[in-house]
Nanobody, 121 residues
């Protein structure tokens, strides 16, 4: 069984910073791509940032220059450093990973339960 647990969310004022983390536990033989998504009330879930096993990153236009995604493979963890936060960044943030639970097994995707980020104006 694989579990993804996010942490680091909270309430900050506009212009502030937060650092989100998401650690995978359980049977994680190998992890490929990692990423972050968010969903605001009444809005569709959107991709925020992604990072490949080789370290290549991708960001939504709305967060480029402000957010940085990184990973620590030894800890099975993906991070999202969020700077210069804006009220429109307010959402529940979810981490996502592609994981192979055992050697020779199939690749499956997993989601965290989400962490709330609220940015006040």
């Amino acid at each position: 069984q694989v579990q993804l647990v996010e942490s680091g969310g909270g309430l900050v004022q506009a212009g502030g910073s937060l650092r989100l983390s998401c650690a995978a536990s359980g049977s994680t033989f190998s992890i490929n791509g990692m990423g972050w998504y968010r969903q605001a009330p009444g809005k569709q879930r959107e991709s925020v940032a992604g990072i490949t096993s080789g370290g290549s990153t991708n960001y939504a236009d709305s967060v480029k220059g402000r957010f940085t995604v990184s990973r620590d493979n030894a800890k099975n963890t993906v991070y999202l450093q969020m700077n210069s936060l804006k009220p429109e960044d307010t959402a529940v943030y979810y981490c996502h990973m592609w994981i192979q639970v055992r050697y020779g097994g199939t690749w499956s995707d997993y989601w965290g339960l989400g962490t709330q980020v609220t940015v006040s104006s």
